[in-house]
């Protein structure tokens, strides 16, 4: 089949009516030539390398972040029960094993093969069923954006630290981490007094929210109809990200793992998926989609592993306890059953369709939760929400029905 001319700038297709995605789209050409194992299998491949570079840069006398963590060992270790030097950070192999065991933890959870995700990269739905998703996903974008500032409230100089005279300067480090991330989400960064933005400029940065209403405009949504009431699933998702990034009841670490680990690496997985099938469906349909209306999905893919590395390398800093691994753990573990539990609403609400939650799906023991943290927090929260902004909103703020998945006897 030939491409529609609008299509041009996402994908050419060959004499043998093979589709490929021009440059800039997505790092895979093929991507519609692959199923999804495929495409999630590429990716967690791709991560493991470019994560294993970064970290063997670490190890060159020359990188400027090796002479910085050189720097602040050296005055540690001058400060007396300065655990600083201690971190699993400075142990031969230590990131490296660090990553490759929770890479694997999340990128092996089954949110990541959802049936939702499945079924939109082979294209099977309409206009109206792309439509409501993209609605209420957006639902998701919009109100999950401040959770990095959340996390990034939660550090001064009253927080206890086992850091000495480092104490400020470690929250410092994992401060500009998170604002970078927060800028990155706002389209608003800036290096020098000359390069601020006048205010005009400023309130029309280029935002991930700004990048999802480009897709509205491919899909002839008017502004005034782009904004409807959560669905309870997305709601609890919503929630679940805000809680465990600012609530005091999930500790530092939890929180940097909700915004790092748990919110990015599987981001670019599930947005090929997604990206792949809006595009597989405008070309089979002749839908005159272009890069512009997809941008929000090709920028995520191309950026958000970055930000997991980056937060993945500051979270190593407070494991001071020995127990980082175990709450990170349980933070993804929360955030992906949650995730699970959007999609599945999303998929029975638009495809009119049976889906259960991860409490259907023999979850395995490895993905459960071993306290109750989150539930009670999440019942709290949902108390506090307006009723007008969720779909069934008085019963939503009463409802006890939770996404997680318990441990026995929890």
Not at 112 to 139: C, I, K, M, S
Not at 190 to 207: E, F, M, Q
Not at 225 to 247: F, I, K, W, Y
Not at 263 to 279: A, R
Request: hydrophobic share 45%.
């Amino acid at each position: 089949m030939t491409p529609a001319a609008a299509l041009t700038d996402l994908l050419t297709v060959s004499p043998g009516g093979t589709p490929l995605l021009n440059a800039g789209v997505h790092p895979m050409p093929d991507l519609l030539n692959l199923d999804a194992e495929a495409v999630l299998a590429g990716f967690k491949t791709s991560q493991q390398r470019d994560f294993s570079a970064i970290v063997g840069q670490l190890e060159h006398a020359d990188n400027p972040l090796n002479a910085l963590l050189t720097e602040l060992r050296t005055i540690a270790a001058k400060d007396p029960g300065n655990r600083f030097p201690t971190l699993d950070l400075f142990q031969p192999q230590g990131l490296q094993t660090l990553f490759e065991d929770l890479h694997d933890h999340v990128m092996d959870h089954p949110v990541w093969r959802h049936p939702f995700f499945v079924r939109v990269f082979e294209g099977d739905f309409d206009q109206a069923q792309l439509t409501a998703f993209a609605l209420h996903y957006f639902n998701q974008i919009k109100n999950t954006r401040q959770c990095v500032s959340l996390a990034l409230g939660r550090f001064s100089g009253l927080m206890p630290l086992p850091y000495g005279c480092l104490n400020e300067r470690i929250s410092e480090l994992a401060q500009i981490v998170l604002a970078q991330l927060l800028a990155d989400e706002y389209g608003v960064g800036t290096h020098a007094i000359a390069d601020y933005p006048a205010l005009h400029d400023l309130l029309l940065s280029t935002t991930h929210i700004g990048m999802y209403r480009q897709l509205f405009e491919g899909l002839a949504v008017p502004f005034e109809e782009q904004d409807v009431p959560m669905l309870p699933g997305v709601a609890d998702n919503v929630l679940t990200q805000r809680l465990l990034s600012g609530h005091p009841d999930f500790t530092l670490v939890e929180s940097l793992a909700s915004v790092g680990l748990g919110m990015e690496w599987g981001v670019p997985e599930f947005f090929s998926l997604l990206l792949g099938g809006t595009i597989r469906w405008a070309w089979k349909n002749d839908v005159p989609l272009t890069q512009r209306h997809l941008f929000v999905f090709i920028a995520h893919v191309q950026y958000d592993v970055l930000h997991a590395i980056s937060v993945m390398l500051v979270t190593s800093f407070f494991n001071h306890d020995r127990d980082g691994l175990r709450q990170i753990k349980q933070a993804t573990n929360t955030l992906m059953a949650a995730r699970y539990g959007m999609m599945s609403e999303l998929y029975r609400h638009i495809f009119r369709d049976d889906c259960p939650d991860a409490r259907g799906i023999a979850l395995p023991e490895r993905y459960r939760l071993h306290d109750r943290r989150i539930a009670d927090a999440l019942l709290e929260a949902r108390r506090g929400i307006a009723p007008e902004r969720v779909v069934g909103g008085a019963a939503y703020r009463e409802s006890t029905s939770l996404p997680f998945v318990f441990a026995n006897g929890v």
